[in-house]
Antibody
Framework: QIQLVQSGPELKKPGETVKISCKAS????????MNWVKQAPGKGLKWMGW????????TYADDFKGRFAFSLETSASTAYLQINNLKNEDTATYFC???????WGQGTLVTVSA | DIKMTQSPSSMYASLGERVTITCKAS??????LSWFQQKPGKSPKTLIY???RLVDGVPSRFSGSGSGQDYSLTISSLEYEDMGIYYC?????????FGGGTKLEIK
């Protein structure tokens, strides 16, 4: 069965870097792009962008250009989200979701606190 | 960017009641609309895609309709397990955009 399994919760300080993983199984990884979605505590869903898992080309929503980076380890069917220079407002649960959002990871809570 | 206006933002309904949630896009999105249900601490669950296509395994009391700019999600007979927050999403254009959510609670 198709699964997206994300890495565990992270506690970071402002200015640090975090890298979240999303491991796919049950399908051919490179056939479907991967979206990333942010959900701040008590808030709605916000699309961050997506990465073409065949070419590796990322596309970022305007609010996520600069400190955010999507990458792949195709041999491991894994997508990554890296956030550099963390800020308090990056505290959120981050989800990966397969193309067209049919399948979602379980979410990774990132807490940024001094 | 396409703005998705979802309503109501919250509602109470009784068990067995028919419930309708709407989403209005700021432009025609060609039926590229999905509906999701999210429960506390869980990832969103896809209910409907392409405006009216029910995802396998989703109860038939859920249905989607609409075209152009206007879409709706209907629960024909509310059950307790339907409590949660519902979101619409347009995937006609980049950036993908979600509605603000509808919190559905049982009366």
């Amino acid at each position: 069965q198709i699964q997206l399994v994300q890495s565990g919760p992270e506690l970071k300080k402002p200015g640090e870097t975090v890298k979240i993983s999303c491991k796919a199984s049950g399908y051919t990884f490179t056939n479907y792009g991967m979206n990333w979605v942010k959900q701040a505590p008590g808030k709605g869903l916000k699309w961050m962008g997506w990465i073409n898992t065949y070419t590796g080309e990322p596309t970022y929503a305007d609010d996520f250009k600069g400190r955010f980076a999507f990458s792949l380890e195709t041999s491991a069917s894994t997508a990554y989200l890296q956030i550099n220079n963390l800020k308090n407002e990056d505290t959120a649960t981050y989800f990966c979701a397969r193309r067209n959002f049919a399948y979602w990871g379980q979410g990774t809570l990132v807490t940024v606190s001094a | 960017d396409i703005k998705m206006t979802q309503s109501p933002s919250s509602m109470y309904a009784s068990l067995g009641e028919r419930v309708t949630i709407t989403c209005k896009a700021s432009q025609d999105i060609n039926s590229y609309l999905s509906w999701f249900q999210q429960k506390p601490g869980k990832s969103p669950k896809t209910l409907i895609y392409r405006a009216n296509r029910l995802v396998d395994g989703v109860p038939s009391r859920f249905s989607g309709s609409g075209s152009g700019q206007d879409y709706s999600l209907t629960i024909s007979s509310l059950e307790y397990e339907d409590m949660g927050i519902y979101y619409c999403l347009q995937y006609d254009e980049f950036p993908r955009t979600f509605g603000g959510g509808t919190k559905l609670e049982i009366k």
